[in-house]
């Protein structure tokens, strides 16, 4: 699959509005309004077609399409805590997001329905313990 040189970014304290940048033209691609409030992270999967946005309130992720600005799909995590870090798997299956409540969600990206815009996700919840605790794999 080809690779989208794209760059990231959100300047706007009361606004959840990302700018997508394109290195190869070297102007800016696209604009998202993301969010009502200010996005507070960003993660894009490896191809970069892909980008996923949290706001400041934290508790929604939304994911979007770098090449039309559609939103694909959004997920809701069950705790109300914010969401601090994202990642997608290099396989674009998977989403996860870590809370200020040292909470890890893994979410399954509906690839199917991406395209059809309309199913909900799937989400498995699981708790982290501190590093110390934890055991090796």
């Not at 989208?4 to 970014?9: G, S």
């Not at 200010?38 to 996923?52: K, L, Q, R, S, Y």
């Not at 809370?99 to 893994?106: F, Q």
């Amino acid at each position: 699959k080809e690779q989208y040189p794209f760059m990231f970014y959100s300047n706007e304290l009361d606004r959840g509005l990302l700018t997508i940048y394109n290195l190869d033209h070297n102007k800016k691609h696209r604009e998202i309004l993301a969010h009502k409030s200010a996005v507070m992270t960003i993660a894009t999967n490896a191809v970069g077609d892909i980008v996923a946005t949290t706001s400041t309130y934290g508790e929604v992720i939304r994911l979007w399409s770098t090449m039309n600005g559609l939103k694909l799909c959004s997920f809701e995590k069950s705790r109300a805590s914010v969401i601090t870090s994202l990642c997608i798997s290099r396989s674009s299956k998977f989403i996860t997001a870590c809370d200020n409540e040292s909470n890890l969600s893994v979410f399954r990206i509906p690839l199917e329905s991406i395209l059809a815009f309309n199913e909900p996700a799937q989400e498995m919840e699981m708790e982290m313990t501190p590093l110390e605790q934890q055991t090796p794999l």
